[in-house]
């Protein structure tokens, strides 16, 4: 009979929360910069003179390096291989570089009228420093998506996890709400991006001050090894491995149900501000608040949901609902006679419940599929396939809305453009990642019930 003699550091409450927070900080900092321009796309037409096609370009940069250059299968393997502490510092200090070049992209006239590659200069290197934080920022998420099952396995994992993405979504929240009046206030695009270039470097020393934790952890968890005769180290990472994760088909499901979900919401939030003064017809000062509902939404409801699933299970259950939600909202965004400013609002609302509900279930059912020696890996292929979505969607929405959404285009007094979308096109597209997402949580449930994997049981274990 096998005795647990020696309390791990995770097993005190105070120790796994402290480091879920300082974790949780960078993540923070990262979703803040990485939707700090979500809100300036008019802004961004009238005083640099991007067209939505160049926005969405630049938006679509995102996962460029991600997709084509594998970095962030990469750096799960690194993951895997070298750990978390390595792994952590070094994505954290990509996004602060990713950061600066973006921030000096916009900031700077010394790209005026350079043209790279068939792009404005200031586009294409925003593009690239953009491209090269979302590098670290993907990584960095799988690193602490690792960090949160290393620290919670056994406890409150699917809570914490919610948790965490409720500090992120406050940092998209935060910047969705405000960039573009501080930007008005300022006079310039750029403030927000050096506010979170601030952050992301505060963000890199909570990193750092992380590792001070992890290394204490490792000691603990080493020393209840020792004192287990029975204990059995587990295999290292294999390169093998990636060729098991590829041919679990529940892995597969939530991978395709990552990429749906997602595509269906995050490219929906850069398009938002501009939906909401062409079809609700909110000012420009306020027009970032109603979309920065959706992720203040998700900071309530994720962990609720994720407390849920850890006490009741349910989890599969749980991602049907949320997808349901997010097709029929964006369904009802596409009527036309709904234009009203407080349907706006109500549809905000639901549609951040729906978010809340699929990451927080989604999350922590991958340790259910993966075995924990290759969850940095199988975390960041399924962020892989999720990145696919997050650099095409908002390039085809950019193009559908050049191509066959404009209404009218006005010339300011002052020489600007002012340029009006129909919306209906887009929001018929974000629904229809919604339904495919519907199928593809079903078919998740219907795996679940065939192997076993216990998506639908509690997560606490007794």
Known sequence: MTEKIQKLLRDSKAARWTALLIVSFTMFAGYYLA????????MLEKQLGWNANEYGFFTSAYGWFN???FFLIIGGIILDKMGIRFTGVASAAVMVAGAAIKYWAVSTHSLDGVIIFGWKGQVMMAAIGYAIFGVGVEIAGVT??????????????????GLQVSIARLGTGLAISTALPVSQIFGSVSVPLLF????????????IL????????????????????????????????????????????????????????????????????????????????????????????????????????????????GSLIIMAVHLLFAIPFLNQTIIAFILMIILGIGFSLVPSAMW???PKIIPERQLG?????????????LMGVPLLIGWVLDKWCIIAKVTNADGTTTT???????????????????????????????????????????
Do not use: H
């Not at 979170?196 to 990193?207: E, K, M, Q, T, Y």
């Open 364 to 366: 922590p059912s991958v």
């Open 196 to 207: 979170g270039l601030v952050l992301l470097s505060i963000g890199l020393i909570a990193i």
């Open 35 to 42: 939707d700090a321009m979500a809100p300036l796309q008019g």
């Open 144 to 161: 602490v998506s690792k960090i949160i099952v290393k620290w919670f396995k056994g406890y409150e994992m699917a809570f914490a996890m």
């Open 210 to 321: 992380y590792n001070i934790q992890d290394k204490k952890l490792d000691v603990t968890i080493k020393a209840a090894n020792l004192a287990n005769e029975s204990f059995v180290e587990e295999e290292e990472f294999k390169s093998s491995d990636i060729f098991s994760i590829l041919k679990n088909k529940g892995w597969w499901y939530i991978a395709i149900l990552c990429v749906l979900f997602y595509s269906a919401v995050f490219p929906f939030l850069k398009y938002a501000t501009n939906l909401m003064t062409n079809k609700f017809d909110v000012s420009d000062n306020w027009a970032g608040l109603i979309p920065g509902l959706l992720p203040f939404g998700t900071i309530i409801f994720t962990p609720i949901f994720g407390s849920i699933y850890d006490k009741k299970g349910k989890g599969a259950t749980i991602m049907i609902i």
């Open 420 to 462: 009006t979308y129909d919306y209906q096109i887009p929001m018929l597209i974000f629904a229809g990642f919604g339904l495919l997402a519907l199928l593809f949580a079903y078919l998740l449930k219907v795996e679940d019930k065939k192997k076993g994997y216990g998506l639908e049981t509690p997560n606490i274990q007794k």
């Open 67 to 69: 997709v084509f250059l």
């Open 377 to 389: 890996t199988a975390y960041s292929l399924i962020f892989y396939v999720q990145n696919w979505g």
